[in-house]
């Protein structure tokens, strides 16, 4: 249990890598996995680790993120003490430099904090991370800072995003190498931190008086040879999202029975906004094979290698095959659909034939075709 570390959950470094599904919404927001969000992953790993306050610092489109998140309940987080702080920026006609700034203009909420240890991470990671192990190193060793990084799996980029760190035998980081073209196997940082509180403070202060703004770069690279700053790996399953392409393979991965299990076994469960809807429902003649169908459906037609959200209606005669059919979509009869995402509401009209070519085809929220 740390009671004494407060989570942060930074959506200001954001990228916008998965274009049509983030037009309304923030990257932390998008539906993964046939029920989920992004966050949920991100959100679940504190719960599990007991961590008790935490707060999501936003950029732009956070309303869909304010509306699934709400009070906080699903995740034990609406409490008097501690609990869900959703911070957005305070000025948001104007620009924001970066994350420290709204650090800064947020910096009440680390001094009021009665935690001594800071967690800050994205929102979009898909992975089990054991925080009270990775705190618990981060202390023994009596490090300033920690940066959690991962060996990197391969997969082609298709420009440069991700930081390439360099540990010496001591665990200690020596380098890091901002927005790279990684090879397989190279450290790349995951963009999570562990850090003493007043270091934090005293930093945010002195780098925004500085017109210094980027956390990566300003506190931790910045600091390397001045600061006690080690890494610890983690080697747990994290796929690396970074376009429409990866977005798809790792939903279709969930499909695979063994990684299904992994990330939903009893003892660690991925905890999402509550939905109470009625279990699927399958006509006679509804044929489906390898798929993760979600409560509220309506299936009668024929679903195959395909991950279909809450309350998708499959009409009769209907074919989808490899596909990713997000909330309230409907896919009327006759048509075929075939590697493609389907963002919510949207609706494939009657005989209709959609596919993807090179890449997933993706059609938009409450797109009709």
């Not at 939903?251 to 660690?268: G, K, P, Q, V, Y």
């Amino acid at each position: 249990m740390l009671d004494s570390v407060v989570g942060i959950i930074n959506l200001i470094n954001e990228k916008n890598f998965l274009k049509e599904l983030t037009y309304n919404r923030c990257l932390a927001s998008v539906p993964f996995a046939g029920r989920y969000r992004l966050i949920d992953f991100t959100l679940s790993n504190f719960i599990h680790a007991g961590v008790k306050s935490v707060a999501v610092f936003t950029k732009e489109k956070y309303r869909s993120v304010m509306d699934h998140l709400g009070s906080g309940k699903e995740w034990d987080l609406d409490r008097r003490t501690g609990g869900l702080f959703i911070l957005p920026p305070i000025h948001p006609e104007k620009e924001i430099k970066g994350d420290l700034q709204q650090f800064q203009d947020h910096i009440e909420f680390f001094q009021r904090s009665a935690a001594d240890t800071v967690i800050i991470t994205p929102g979009h990671q898909v992975c089990k991370m054991d925080f009270t192990e990775i705190i618990r190193e981060h202390r023994n060793k009596k490090a300033d800072i920690t940066v959690v990084y991962k060996k990197y799996d391969g997969t082609p980029v298709q420009k440069p995003m991700y930081h390439r760190c360099s540990i010496d035998k001591t665990g200690v980081i020596s380098d890091i190498d901002l927005y790279t073209f990684p090879r397989h196997g190279q450290d790349i940082c995951l963009e999570t931190y562990i850090i003493n509180k007043y270091i934090l403070i005293d930093l945010i202060k002195k780098c925004t008086e500085n017109d210094e703004y980027d956390f990566l770069k300003d506190i931790v690279k910045a600091n390397l040879n001045k600061l006690m700053i080690t890494g610890y790996e983690f080697v747990g399953s994290l796929p690396f999202i970074h376009s429409i392409e990866s977005f798809h393979d790792s939903n279709m991965a969930f499909l695979n029975r063994d990684i299904a299990s992994s990330f939903f076994r009893d003892n660690w469960a991925v905890y999402t906004k509550i939905k109470h809807e009625a279990p699927a429902k399958y006509s006679a003649s509804s044929c489906v094979s390898n798929s993760l169908i979600a409560n509220g459906c309506e299936i009668e037609g024929t679903v195959e290698n395909s991950i279909i959200f809450r309350g998708v209606k499959v009409k009769k005669g209907a074919v989808v095959k490899n596909s990713i059919i997000m909330q309230k979509g409907e896919i009327e009869e006759g048509a075929f659909v075939d590697n493609v995402i389907s963002d919510k509401q949207a609706k494939i009209t009657k005989d209709r034939v959609v596919t993807g070519d090179h890449r997933p085809r993706v059609i938009k929220k409450a797109e009709i075709i």
